[in-house]
């Protein structure tokens, strides 16, 4: 009820760091990130989705969509997982440290700047797909927290989100190698449901459950075919989320519950 008149970016602003306050890409970055919170939590309501993936609690939807001859598909995921936090989820998506770990797609990733505990900024060089040409990306990454207004009580855990989302760096110019410059928003956002039944008593991985969404919009920058590129996001945004999601649940199934 409350998302039309929510102030996303003061919320936003709330959780940043003073390092991230302070650097020139943050009016860009909170209005990213508010705009990728707002359309994450709108739902399926607006648009024409259409489900392409069912697999237990995963659900995928695309909008066909080309821009120049180029498929910029928009995705949006839903999740349940239980046994982890929204925290936790977003936790292991930002920190470089884990990054060749879960994500399959990589060749190479690169910090080139933190700029701050919550703000990195990111060149990554993807796997070759035969027969279009290798793809690299930088974007800047921020993780942040916002108060879950749909949970009244006033010690429900905050919706965690990570917005991974396309800048230019004068260091890595774009298509100035052998990869061609792929532009994408990605956000993974998870909000933490704790079971009435532990109220009370000490919570345990049992009493909590993920809600998960994750939207992406990926602009392949130059020509790909469109059967194969499609082809390959039907395969890797489901490997992708069972992959990583499971992968949370393992790092931290004997660590004690980060809310
Ligand atoms: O969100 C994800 N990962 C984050 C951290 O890495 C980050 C990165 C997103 C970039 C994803 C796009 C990578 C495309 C590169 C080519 C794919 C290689 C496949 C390798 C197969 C072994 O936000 C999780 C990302 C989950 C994977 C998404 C795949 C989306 C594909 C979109 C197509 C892009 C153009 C591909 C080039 C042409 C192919 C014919």
Redesign the pocket.
């Known amino acids: 009820a409350q998302t039309s008149q929510t102030n996303w970016g003061e919320l936003i602003r709330a959780a940043a760091t003073n390092a991230s306050l302070k650097h020139i890409y943050w009016p860009e970055i909170e209005r990213v990130v508010a705009e990728q919170i707002r359309s994450a939590r709108m739902g399926l309501g607006k648009g024409a989705w259409q489900l392409f993936v069912e697999d237990g609690e995963m659900k995928m939807y695309r909008r066909e969509v080309e821009e120049d001859g180029l498929v910029v598909d928009p995705l949006k995921a839903t999740h349940q997982v239980k046994g982890i936090t929204g925290r936790e989820l977003c936790h292991y998506?930002f920190y470089p440290e884990y990054?060749y770990d879960w994500?399959?797609?990589?060749e190479t990733?690169n910090v080139v700047d933190k700029i701050a505990e919550d703000t990195i900024l990111?060149h990554?060089i993807?796997?070759?797909?035969w027969p279009?040409a290798q793809?690299d990306?930088t974007?800047w990454?921020h993780l942040t927290h916002v108060p879950d207004e749909e949970e009244k009580s006033e010690d429900s855990p905050h919706i965690w989100a990570t917005v991974?989302n396309s800048v230019e760096l004068p260091s890595h110019p774009p298509n100035s190698g052998k990869q061609?410059r792929?532009y994408?928003t990605?956000i993974?956002m998870g909000q933490t449901i704790i079971s009435p039944a532990a109220k009370g008593r000490e919570l345990k991985r049992d009493d909590i459950t993920c809600k998960i969404t994750?939207c992406?919009v990926?602009n392949?920058?130059g020509w790909?075919?469109s059967s194969?590129?499609r082809a390959?996001?039907k395969r890797?945004?489901p490997?992708?989320l069972k992959r990583?999601t499971a992968y949370v649940l393992e790092k931290t199934k004997n660590l004690p519950i980060k809310l």
């Open positions: 998506f990054r994500e399959g797609t990589l990733m990111f990554q993807h796997k070759r797909i279009a793809r990306a974007f990454s991974n061609v792929i994408l990605i993974l994750y992406a990926v392949p920058g790909a075919p194969v590129l390959v996001y890797e945004y490997k992708f990583f």
